[in-house]
C-alpha cells in the first residue's frame, strides 16, 4: 500500500486507460518519456478517493475522480490496485462518464486541449482541420473544437470515415482527395484558421500549406522531426507544439491538468464529449492481451483495463 504525502491522496484505481505510449516505453522507446525499467505502466486512470494527505482540500475520501497521473518520469503507474497521486492532477469524475470511460480520456483530452483551446485559442465560426480524426487525440480534438463553436474537417481512412462523420466533423480521406482540394472546397482556398496535425512527419509539412494566410495556426502534438518552415512563413501563419508529458516530468503545471479536466468533466456532463472506447473488456491479468490488440491495430477505440469495479 503506498503512503501519501502533503498534498497527495490515495486512490484506489477502478480502472486504467492505456496509449500508444505505454508500449514505447515498454519497449524502450520512449526516452522522453524518462521512465526508468522496471516499472509499473499506466499514465491515466479513473478511482476512487480513499485518504487525503495535509493541505488537501478540495477532494475527500469517497470522491470519484480521475487523472493523468504517473507512468512517467519516475513516477509510479495505474496499473496497480492503489495509488499515490498529486492531488493536482485530478478532476471530479462526472456521473455521466463510467470509470472505464473517465480512464482513457485523461492524456488524449489534455492533449487536445492544450492544442486547441491554450495554443490555438480556437473560437466560434472557426473553420478546424484535424489530422488523425478517429485516433486517440484526433477524436477528443473533434469534439473539442465543436464544443467551442467551430466547424470541423477531420481526415482518416476510408474506414474510420463513418465514424469520423459521427463525431460531427466533415470526413476527409486524404487517400483519394488532396489537400489542395479539400481545402479549396473547405475555406475557398483561404486555408483553415486552425491545423491539428496528430500524425507527424509528412502530415505535419502538408499542414502548413493548409493554414490560413495571416491568421492561420497549426498546432502539432507530433512535431518532433525536422520540418521546413517556409511554407508556413510564406503564409504568414504561426505554429506550436504540444508536450503533454511536461508537468508530470517537471513538477510545473500540474494544476493546469486539473483545470482542463474538470472543463473536460463539464463537457461531458452536457453531452459535448464522450471517448471512443473499445468493446473488449480486459483486466490486470491480461494486460499483454490488451497491449497485443492496440499494438496489432484490432482496437475500434481506447482501450480499458478494469482493476476494481469499473
Known amino acids: 500500500m503506498p503512503s501519501i504525502a502533503a498534498g497527495q491522496v490515495l486512490v484506489q484505481v477502478r480502472a486504467s486507460g492505456l496509449n500508444p505510449l505505454d508500449a514505447k516505453i515498454r519497449a524502450g522507446q520512449a526516452a522522453h518519456a524518462r521512465q526508468p525499467l522496471p516499472a509499473v505502466l499506466g499514465i491515466d486512470m479513473a478511482g476512487t478517493v480513499r485518504a487525503v494527505g495535509a493541505g488537501v482540500s478540495h477532494l ?12 512517467v518520469g519516475g513516477h509510479a503507474g495505474t496499473l496497480a490496485g492503489f495509488i499515490a497521486v498529486d492531488a493536482r492532477l485530478l478532476a471530479l469524475r462526472p456521473a455521466a462518464l463510467s470509470a472505464r470511460e473517465a480512464a482513457v480520456l485523461p492524456l488524449v483530452t489534455i492533449t487536445a486541449w492544450e492544442g486547441l483551446v491554450d495554443r490555438a485559442r480556437v473560437q466560434p465560426g472557426h473553420r478546424v482541420l484535424v489530422h488523425g480524426g478517429a485516433g486517440g487525440v484526433g ?8 464544443a467551442h463553436g467551430a466547424e470541423v474537417w477531420a481526415t482518416g481512412h476510408a474506414a474510420q470515415l463513418d465514424a469520423i462523420h459521427r463525431l460531427g466533423a466533415t470526413p476527409i480521406d486524404p487517400a483519394t482527395t488532396p489537400l489542395e482540394r479539400y481545402a479549396a472546397e473547405a475555406t475557398a482556398g483561404a486555408g483553415f484558421d486552425v491545423v491539428f496535425d496528430t500524425v507527424g512527419g509528412a502530415v505535419l509539412d502538408a499542414s502548413f500549406l493548409a493554414a490560413r494566410r495571416y491568421t492561420g495556426h497549426v498546432v502539432s502534438s507530433l512535431g518532433w522531426g525536422t520540418h521546413a518552415l517556409a511554407p508556413l512563413s510564406f503564409r504568414g501563419a504561426t505554429y506550436s507544439g504540444v508536450f503533454t508529458l511536461l508537468p508530470l516530468l517537471t513538477g510545473e503545471g500540474l494544476e493546469h491538468h486539473g483545470e482542463i ?4 468533466a463539464r463537457l461531458a456532463t452536457e453531452g459535448q464529449l464522450r471517448p471512443m472506447l473499445d468493446a473488449q473488456r480486459f483486466t490486470l491479468a491480461d494486460v499483454d492481451a490488451a497491449h497485443a490488440r492496440m499494438a496489432g491495430g484490432h482496437a ?3 482501450i480499458a483495463i478494469d482493476i476494481g469495479e469499473a
Do not use: S, Y
Open 261 to 264: 479536466l474538470g472543463h473536460a
Open 139 to 146: 477524436h477528443v480534438a473533434v469534439q473539442l473544437a465543436r
Open 60 to 71: 475527500q475520501p469517497g470522491d470519484e475522480v480521475f487523472g493523468m497521473v504517473g507512468g
Open 300 to 302: 475500434r477505440g481506447k
